[in-house]
């Protein structure tokens, strides 16, 4: 990722080249790069590609429509999201990958879980473990994390809990650390809710460590939020408002909004700091809106 970040405009300038003189290997490069694109907090620019890309017939068509669907799920436009995701499932049913199936019944559950609809929550992630029976532990992952967040958004902390490790512990076994620390930093909100405020502050580090050493885009703003929970649950308002504020403003900036069930921690938050604060609440929103990532991170960490 570092790498490519490195030759991020250039990267940009080959696809935008590519579209005109060779519109299949332009899908091809989309259909890798929609990741970095996403994780490093290029939405907007990477959604603008993806457009473009997912018009062009041919074998990168299924990896152009899961990027254009996640990249749209992630700026908040379900409507074109689910489009997308719909597509992505038509054509892999066709192709009777059952790994890619799994995978695409997560993504149609994660468009359920933003819309509230817990039911058909559930009726994916079923669907995307009956899909991948039988094979490798990956396949399942998605639908588990799926049941996961639908749990801990219903109340159903135990349940939730139980089904994060499962979803940590296959991650883990296949060295996937964006995911062990993403789920950690679902656990520290499991933990918190759940009045093991030990348990939190361990999942917080080990969540933030990862995600600052490998200056993940994505993540960041979530470990700023969590630090700003922490910190508003020990009492320490005013350090809350600054964290809670520049996480609030780097999801402005890339354009890109919570997740559902991180949503209700942000607003919950937001609520009781204004109910707190009274009127410090402007000036000190406005002053964490104004921290460097840096800044931030020193204050997260302290």
């Known amino acids: 990722m570092t790498r490519l970040e490195e030759r991020h405009d250039g990267l ?16 091809e490069l989309a259909g890798v790069l929609w990741t970095f694109w996403w994780l490093r907090g290029h939405m907007v620019e990477g959604r603008r590609l993806l457009e473009r890309a997912v018009l062009i017939a041919g074998p990168y068509h299924v990896e152009v429509l899961k990027g254009l669907g996640t990249v749209a799920f992630r700026q908040g436009d379900l409507e074109a999201a689910n489009q997308a995701f719909q597509q992505r499932l038509e054509l ?12 695409a019944f997560a993504d149609l559950a994660r ?20 899909a991948a029976e039988g094979l490798e532990p990956q396949a399942v992952r998605a639908p588990l994390h799926m049941q996961a967040a ?3 958004m219903q109340g159903r902390l135990s349940e939730a809990r139980a089904l994060y490790l499962r979803s940590r512990e296959i991650n883990a076994e296949l060295g996937n650390h ?6 950690d930093h ?5 933990a918190l809710h759940s009045g093991d405020r030990e348990e939190a502050e361990r999942r917080f580090h080990a969540a933030s460590a990862w995600i600052f050493a490998n200056d993940n885009a994505y993540l960041k703003p979530y470990t700023l939020l969590d630090a700003g929970v922490l910190a508003l649950h020990d009492g320490d308002r005013e350090r809350a408002c600054r964290l809670i ?9 890339t354009e890109s909004i919570p997740d559902p069930d991180d949503r209700v921690e942000l607003d919950t938050a937001v609520d009781r700091l204004k109910s ?5 609440f402007g000036s000190l929103w406005a002053d964490g809106r104004t921290l460097s990532l840096e800044q931030a991170r020193k204050l997260a960490r302290a």
């Open 12 to 27: 940009a300038s080959l696809v935008e080249d590519l579209l005109a003189a060779d519109p299949e290997t332009a899908a």
């Open 276 to 280: 707190d604060l009274k009127d410090r």
């Open 92 to 103: 892999i049913t066709a192709g009777g990958d059952r790994r890619a199936l799994a995978d």
């Open 111 to 130: 468009v359920a879980l933003r819309r509230g609809d817990f039911d058909r929550v559930r009726e994916y992630a079923e669907r995307g473990y009956a």
């Open 186 to 190: 679902n656990l520290f909100y499991v």
């Open 245 to 253: 504020a520049a996480a609030n403003r780097i999801f402005e900036d």
């Open 178 to 183: 964006l995911s062990v620390a993403a789920e």
């Open 150 to 152: 639908a749990a801990r």
